[in-house]
């Protein structure tokens, strides 16, 4: 049905700090999973992906870690800087399909 | 450089009108995609083109339509039987589940 009222949780930090996001994913037969980024008014951007055969993954600054256990994904963002508020959403994709289901969405927002 | 174009970026419908949104790529991509995002809220799937000339519906397809005639193109109709339509609509190709999507910039479309 319509998600109608559903709002995103926001995350508020101070900039420099640490970051850390969460998305809880739905299909244990999932195998890959992309974290996005979403600035006001445009569309998401690909930040980094894992394959359900590791449990973490580093980028430049943004260290994804995933638990097949209890079906968790989190986004970890280094030293949070103005230019990270967006929102993030996470994304899962079962091996041979070409859907994927993506989480609700969490909004970023840095302090300064 | 390749990319997935949407135009246009804001369109203003009357009620009762139908209105169709474009999207392009070209970066060979055989699947392509519609997502809903209402405000402070996350993606619903609308269609989705796994290949040309075929498409399924998504979470919410009632009331729209969608044609899948070329590979580079998969237009999204706003029909008047949508009865809220007002929303940023995105879209987005993919080269198959191992590879994520590509997202266009949006077109927000509002109903006056």
């Known amino acids: 049905g319509e998600n109608v009222g559903l709002h995103l949780p926001t995350l508020s930090v101070q900039e420099g700090d640490n970051s850390i996001i969460n998305c809880a994913y739905s299909n244990s037969a999932s195998d890959y999973f992309i974290w996005y980024k979403q600035e006001s008014g445009k569309g998401p951007q690909f930040i980094i992906d894992?394959?359900?055969?590791?449990d973490k993954r580093q980028g430049q600054r943004v260290t994804v870690l995933l638990n097949k256990t209890v079906k968790h994904l989190s986004l970890q963002i280094a030293a949070t800087q103005p230019g990270d508020s967006a929102v993030y959403f996470c994304a899962e994709n079962m091996a041979g399909t070409y859907k994927y289901i993506f989480g609700t969405g969490t909004r970023l927002k840095v302090l300064a | 450089d390749g990319g997935i174009t949407q135009s246009p970026k804001y369109l203003f419908r009357k009620e009762g009108q139908n209105v169709t949104l474009s999207c392009e790529q070209n970066?060979?991509?055989?699947?392509m995609y519609w997502y809903r995002q209402d405000p402070g809220q996350g993606l619903r799937l609308i269609y989705y083109?796994?290949?040309?000339?075929?498409?399924q519906k998504g979470d919410i397809a009632e009331g729209y339509s969608v044609s899948r005639e070329k590979k580079e193109s998969f237009p999204l109709t706003v029909t008047s039987a949508q009865k809220n339509p007002t929303a940023f609509y995105l879209c987005?190709?993919?080269?198959?589940?191992?590879?994520?999507?590509?997202f266009g910039s949006g077109t927000r479309l509002t109903v006056v």
């Open positions: 987005a190709s993919s080269a198959g589940g191992d590879y994520g999507y590509t």
């Open positions: 894992i394959r359900s055969n590791m």
């Open positions: 083109s796994q290949i040309v000339n075929d498409f």
């Open positions: 970066l060979n991509h055989d699947a």
